[in-house]
């Protein structure tokens, strides 16, 4: 099975590139994938046909059309879209996008919501957090609720980063982009995917696992 996985920004591509492999093998074996970054979500268009700017490559603006080119493009056997909810009603997204994969006669489509945001996948397995930031600040740590709309970005940064995230609003600071850069590259070699305690990571998992099930 080809699986294209779409995900709303670098740093997210940077994750999955840990985690895609500890859920369904390695590249090529027996699956291949190819997990391409936008830059930025966006909101989906009222219609198939949404003027979306190419240049710009905002995921959700480009869906559609996305889409509709996966139905004719041969090889491809799935597409996987990853996307942070942030501050929207997950099931209403969820609805809304399904609606569109059918409308635009899509292959195989799975969405996966990261609630509020792919850091709250890090939140969910402290063992990973701990061995990439030993000197993590556990008092913010023990508060945070599981997948809570909290600013989980923000949340994370105050975790784990000298200044906290008040350091990515200082003139010269640190921009938030590096930060999640940074996270993806430390924290996500030690994800245990089969134990993490974030609802949204394990439909994430979940989903890519009945995928490739259903090709076996």
């Known amino acids: 099975m080809h699986i294209e996985v779409l995900v709303e920004d670098s740093s997210g591509k940077a994750l999955l590139s840990h985690v ?11 699956h291949t994938y190819r997990i391409i970054a936008y830059r930025g979500v966006g909101h989906i268009p009222k219609g198939l046909t949404g003027k979306a700017d190419v240049q710009k490559r905002i995921l959700l603006d480009r869906l559609p059309k996305l889409l ?4 004719n493009t041969p090889g491809v056997d799935a597409v996987v879209v990853v996307l942070d909810v942030d501050k929207r009603d997950c099931v209403a997204l969820l609805a809304d996008l399904e609606a569109l994969a059918l409308r635009a006669g899509a292959p195989k489509t799975v969405f996966r919501l990261a609630i509020e ?26 508060s945070y609720e599981q997948d809570s709309a909290c600013g989980t970005w923000e949340f994370l940064a105050d975790a784990l980063h000298p200044g906290g995230s008040a350091a990515c609003k200082v003139s010269g600071g640190i921009r938030p982009g590096d930060l999640k850069h940074e996270w993806a590259a430390t924290i996500g070699p030690h994800l245990d995917v089969e134990h993490n305690r974030s609802p949204s990571f394990k439909k ?12 076996a």
């Open 20 to 30: 895609l492999p500890k859920i369904i093998g390695p590249q090529s074996e027996p």
């Open 117 to 142: 945001e792919v850091e709250a996948w890090y939140l969910g397995d402290r063992a990973a957090l701990l061995a990439a930031y030993p000197n993590a600040k556990l008092k913010i740590l023990n």
């Open 68 to 71: 509709r080119g996966y139905a």
């Open 204 to 215: 994430l998992r979940a989903g890519l696992n009945r995928l490739v099930a259903s090709e």
